[in-house]
Nanobody, 128 residues
Framework: QVQLVESGGGSVQAGGSLRLSCAPS????????VGWFRQAPGKEREGVAA????????FYAEAVKGRFTISRDNAKNTVYLQMNSLKPEDTAMYYC?????????????????????WGQGTQVTVSS
């Protein structure tokens, strides 16, 4: 069982930046692929980014590619999502997830198929 805690959400203007962090609660570890999903009001949850256990492989949704960067510091047991050039359409509740199921064919788009463990979410609001 993994319990995840997100931090770093907030409100920014379009073009601004935020960095989200995800760490396990006490007695949990992050020896999984980890990533982020988001859900805007009235919309389905969608995958945003994921990173492999060793940090060597990353996956991004087409909507955030080139603007968001996912990374992990296994020594600190923490995963980060650096979000730059934020747009109003990035406004959503962002959820950290572990043991993510994500696939990609070659250099094609990544498909996020859910995860086993979820955090409670952190709100990101981008105003125009």
């Amino acid at each position: 069982q993994v319990q995840l805690v997100e931090s770093g959400g907030g409100s920014v203007q379009a073009g601004g930046s935020l960095r989200l962090s995800c760490a396990p609660s006490a007695y949990s570890d992050m020896r999984y692929s980890v990533g982020w999903f988001r859900q805007a009001p009235g919309k389905e949850r969608e995958g945003v980014a994921a990173i492999s256990t060793d940090g060597r492989t990353t996956f991004y949704a087409e909507a955030v590619k080139g603007r968001f960067t996912i990374s992990r510091d296994n020594a600190k047991n923490t995963v980060y999502l650096q979000m730059n050039s934020l747009k109003p359409e990035d406004t959503a509740m962002y959820y950290c997830a572990a043991d993510i199921r994500v696939t990609r064919s070659g250099s094609g788009p990544a498909y996020f198929n859910g995860a086993s463990y979820w955090g409670q979410g952190t709100q990101v609001t981008v105003s125009s």
